[in-house]
T-cell receptor, first 113, second 114 residues
Framework: AQSVTQLGSHVSVSEGALVLLRCNYS??????LFWYVQYPNQGLQLLLK????ATLVKGINGFEAEFKKSETSFHLTKPSAHMSDAAEYFC???????????WGLGTSLAVNP | DGGITQSPKYLFRKEGQNVTLSCEQN?????MYWYRQDPGQGLRLIYY???????QKGDIAEGYSVSREKKESFPLTVTSAQKNPTAFYLC?????????????FGEGSRLTVL
């Protein structure tokens, strides 16, 4: 069965430092991959997605992610963290047969001044 | 602007009461979903509907019911049979053509059972 693993339920970085949130998936064929962000008491907002084509995907708010098939990974990065980046981040992969999303458990990002 | 509207944003209920959460979308999406979110457990699918008058159970449907009488609306009823209903509930929608799985979310409804 397909699954998504987000390494680290809590990540803390200093303002201006690199943000790296890890996501690994299990799938027999390349899936569609997503990163969503959730601010407190709000819904989820799409950061970026990989469907086909270029493996380095750029999203909103300066985030990007690279699809690495050989490593079955889709890690999210941002060169310089901002206080406003503090939120919960979810990685998801769409099921091959019906495109329903399988979710990681989320990573809470804290940004310290 | 197109989007998904959930109401109410906060809801309190006494044990034994049924409550209905509203979800309306004007994105002209065919598919709609209800998720439950608990701290540290990610998102769990309750019900989904891919077309009017049809819906399917997700992973945690027990104690919940839905209807899909209109394309724009997908209300969720949390029944008294749901043993632990306190949670954050998220409604989402998606297109089916093309179907990449991408979801668009509402702002959520937080239900607290007193």
């Amino acid at each position: 069965a397909q699954s998504v693993t987000q390494l680290g339920s809590h990540v803390s970085v200093s303002e201006g430092a690199l943000v790296l949130l890890r996501c690994n998936y299990s799938s027999s064929v390349p899936p569609y991959l997503f990163w969503y962000v959730q601010y407190p008491n709000q819904g989820l907002q799409l950061l970026l997605k990989y469907t086909t084509g270029a493996t380095l995907v750029k999203g909103i708010n300066g985030f990007e992610a690279e699809f690495k098939k050989s490593e079955t990974s889709f890690h999210l990065t941002k060169p310089s963290a901002h206080m406003s980046d503090a939120a919960e981040y979810f990685c998801a992969v769409s099921r091959i047969n019906n495109r329903k999303l399988i979710w990681g458990l989320g990573t809470s990002l804290a940004v310290n001044p | 602007d197109g989007g998904i509207t959930q109401s109410p944003k906060y809801l309190f209920r006494k044990e034994g009461q049924n409550v209905t959460l509203s979800c309306e979308q004007n994105l002209n999406h065919d598919a709609m979903y209800w998720y439950r979110q608990d701290p540290g457990q990610g998102l769990r699918l309750i019900y989904y509907s891919q077309i009017v008058n049809d819906f399917q159970k997700g992973d945690i449907a027990e104690g919940y019911s839905v209807s899909r009488e209109k394309k724009e609306s997908f209300p969720l009823t949390v029944t008294s049979a749901q043993k632990n209903p306190t949670a954050f509930y998220l409604c989402a929608s998606s297109t089916t053509a093309p179907n990449t799985g991408e979801l668009f979310f509402g702002e959520g409804s937080r239900l607290t059972v007193l």
